[in-house]
């Protein structure tokens, strides 16, 4: 078990993905001391691999919403002081059929209620919004005001540096944890003693208390993604871009009577979109890439091999509602994330005194991290 110096923090968390960093960040804040570990040189899960998108706009209304709004706030407040790229750039949900144009209005009719900041428009105001929208054929659009982008590959890498430069958390990397004994946490290179340990694991299951994970209702989601070169000119797409197929899949829009037609009809003229749980979105880093997504398969149907058949699906949709310059694609990826199977927004165990799970944030980590860390740790 490593050498026989026993080191010592209050705080020990496992995983720097986003989860982890939330965690480490409001552990920090408390004044407590942290290790973080991290099993790889740098964080290569579902945390690198996302469009960067932060996005209120889809969370449930209510809690799920407001923990979105106070994640937002968050990276705001942290992007300046880490050195992060990241832009308030709003959403455009757009609507090429009338089923989509009903749910949308709906949603702008009853969602301000519930504390969202969205107005319908009309296509003719939609230049105003973005220059990348394709306007044939449009009927209507949702702008929401709430969205962030950041770029996860920059957020993920340089967080854990200001963490340490900061609050003086003490970085593991290339450091599996392999067991905890509560208050012990055994690395592959040392023993830690602690007073409360973060296991935010992702989607590994088996490695730390497999029990628990199978006992949680956790599955695992595979994503494909796509990104482009940097776009010529400086081109920009302005806010985040979605249409009719995202209003499926975001729990906000479940608020709207007139969403089922949407499901109906997407079922009935392209079941394709169902059978591989796609929904097509962009968004833009700063230095001009555009990502694109994506796709939903579960647990046992997911295999390490990507599907062309899924990708250009996305591409063909994705030529439905955006004009981009040059829509080569440069990078292909897929990134699993663990996700609830009964549709909850988060999995928070205890499985030993002194040792609590964040994870199961599924599709909206990077929304919903920091606001989750900081419930949880007023909670404890
Ligand atoms: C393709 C894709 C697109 C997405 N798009 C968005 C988006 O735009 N906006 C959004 O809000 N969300 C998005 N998500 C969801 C978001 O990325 C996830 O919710 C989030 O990254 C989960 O973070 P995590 O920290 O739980 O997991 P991860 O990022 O996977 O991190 C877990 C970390 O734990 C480490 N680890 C595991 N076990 C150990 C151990 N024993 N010891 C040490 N280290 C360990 C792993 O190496 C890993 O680095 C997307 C996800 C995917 C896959």
Redesign the pocket.
């Known amino acids: 078990m490593g050498s026989s110096l026993i080191r010592q923090a209050q705080v020990a968390v496992?995983?720097?993905?986003?989860?982890?960093?939330a965690c480490a960040l409001s552990a920090a804040r408390r004044g407590l001391s942290v290790v973080l570990?991290?099993?790889?040189p740098r964080?290569?899960?579902?945390?690198?691999?996302?469009?960067?998108?932060?996005?209120p706009v889809g969370q449930a209304p209510g809690k799920i919403h407001q923990r979105a709004l106070r994640t937002r706030d968050i990276w705001l407040d942290i992007a300046p002081k880490a050195g992060l790229w990241a832009q308030q750039v709003g959403s455009l949900h757009l609507a090429y059929h009338e089923d989509e144009r009903a749910v949308l209005e709906e949603f702008a009719g009853e969602a301000p209620a519930l504390g969202y900041e969205v107005k319908g428009i009309g296509p003719g105001q939609i230049d105003a919004y973005s220059k990348a929208v394709n306007t044939q054929g449009l009927v209507g659009a949702l702008w929401s005001p709430s969205e962030l982008c950041v770029d996860?590959r920059e957020a993920?890498s340089r967080l854990p540096q200001w963490l340490h430069d900061e609050y003086g958390v003490v970085l593991r990397f290339g450091?599996?944890?392999?067991a905890i004994e509560a208050p012990l946490v055994h690395?592959s290179q040392d023993t830690w003693q602690v007073e409360r340990t973060f296991v935010?694991?992702?989607?590994?299951f088996e490695?730390?208390y497999p029990e628990t994970y199978a006992a949680s209702g956790l599955t695992r989601?595979k994503?494909q993604?796509m990104r482009t070169k940097p776009q010529p000119e400086d081109w920009r797409l302005g806010p985040h871009l979605a249409a009719g197929l995202t209003l499926r899949h975001y729990a906000a829009f479940e608020i709207c009577s007139s969403l089922q037609a949407v499901r109906d009809r997407v079922t009935r003229e392209s079941p394709e979109f169902d059978r591989w749980g796609i929904h097509v979105m962009a968004?833009q880093t700063g230095i001009g890439e555009v990502t694109i997504?994506?796709s939903h398969e579960y647990g046992d149907s997911i295999t390490p091999f990507d599907r062309a058949e899924i990708d250009d699906l996305i591409i063909d949709y994705l030529r439905t509602f955006i004009r981009l310059p040059d829509l080569a694609v440069a990078e292909r990826w897929?990134?699993?994330?663990?996700k609830r199977t009964d549709g909850g927004d988060d999995f928070i165990a205890e499985p030993a005194p002194g040792v609590t799970i964040v994870?199961g944030?599924?599709?909206?980590?990077?929304?919903?991290?920091f606001g989750l860390a900081e419930e949880v740790f007023a909670g404890s």
């Open positions: 496992v995983g720097a993905g986003i989860v982890g960093l570990f991290e099993r790889s964080a290569v899960g579902a945390s690198v691999r996302n469009f960067g998108m932060i996005w996860p993920i450091e599996p944890v392999h690395t935010c694991s992702g989607q590994d490695s730390l989601c994503l993604m968004s997504g994506d897929h990134g699993i994330y663990a994870n944030v599924g599709g909206a980590g990077m929304t919903t991290s």
